[in-house]
């Protein structure tokens, strides 16, 4: 799927499904990822991402992982980010991400490095997405679709909602095609970020970002990690399954079915699952739905 087919398949009025993969760091897990990716290819599974190591600790395989993703089949949206890149570095990458045939890139600043607690440019680097936006949009021309990242309960480090929103439109108005959001657990927020988005003239797809939980465990790492808010009821329910893994996975399931039920009843145009490099969530939705 070339960037053009990408864009058409967003603005379709049938749902876009897509799924997020990281790149792991040994061959064995590289070559599980695919198996799990192979399995879902036949499904519908509209395109896939995969994730830019916080740091830049896995520029090499992202791109080393999309190829093969290419390979199965799939329209990949490579994600990049500014952290410790030079503008001719990212320049290359973004040559890299259409010589892979990639579908599209997403553009984050990504966080600060560890032990670090503020964003720091690269001496000859980009300050924030918006930049890198334009520098992809620069280099790649419309060969690559351009997605950002949006923030229903707001990006922990904006001073408010207001500016976070302007922000937004900043990287929509530098030339992002598509919104991809962080997870969120309750619709309310997707559904009130979309109202804000729009009337900050935001006219882009905005896809739902999706965690089926696994686990207790993980959902709140990964709330720790997002900042993302954790509701007491869905953490109740998996609380009450005491040691159960399996009990578990059922209740993070037959949330995030309810969930992309409603945003789908929403208008909202598909969802985008964080399936952490295991297919049996998204088959198990994707049956149910
Ligand atoms: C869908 C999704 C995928 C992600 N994938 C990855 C990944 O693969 N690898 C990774 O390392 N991280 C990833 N992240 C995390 C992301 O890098 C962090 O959330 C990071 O802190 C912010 O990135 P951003 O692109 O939103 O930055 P920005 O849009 O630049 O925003 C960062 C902060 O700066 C503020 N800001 C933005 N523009 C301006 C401006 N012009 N002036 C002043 N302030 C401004 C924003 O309000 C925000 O507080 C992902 C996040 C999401 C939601």
Known sequence: MNSAGFLARLRAPAPVVSVEFFPPKTPEAVAAMLAEAAKLRPLGIDYASITYGAGGATRGTTLAAGKELVALGYGVIGHLTCVGHSRAELEGLVDAYVGAGFAGLLALRGDPPKGETAFRPHPDGLLHAEDLVRLARARGGERLA????????????????ASDLRFLAQKVRAGADFVTTQLFFDNDDYLAYVARARA??????????????????????????????LPRELEARLEACGDGESAQLRVGLDWAHAQIKGLLAMGAPGVHLYIVNKADTAIDLLRRL
């Open 146 to 161: 351009v997605g950002v990242a949006g923030f229903p309960e707001g990006h922990p480090d904006s001073p408010d909602a």
């Open 200 to 229: 900050a003239g935001v006219d882009v797809p905005i896809l739902p970002g999706i965690l089926p939980v696994r686990s207790l465990k993980q959902v709140r790492n990964f709330c720790a990690l997002s900042k993302a808010r």
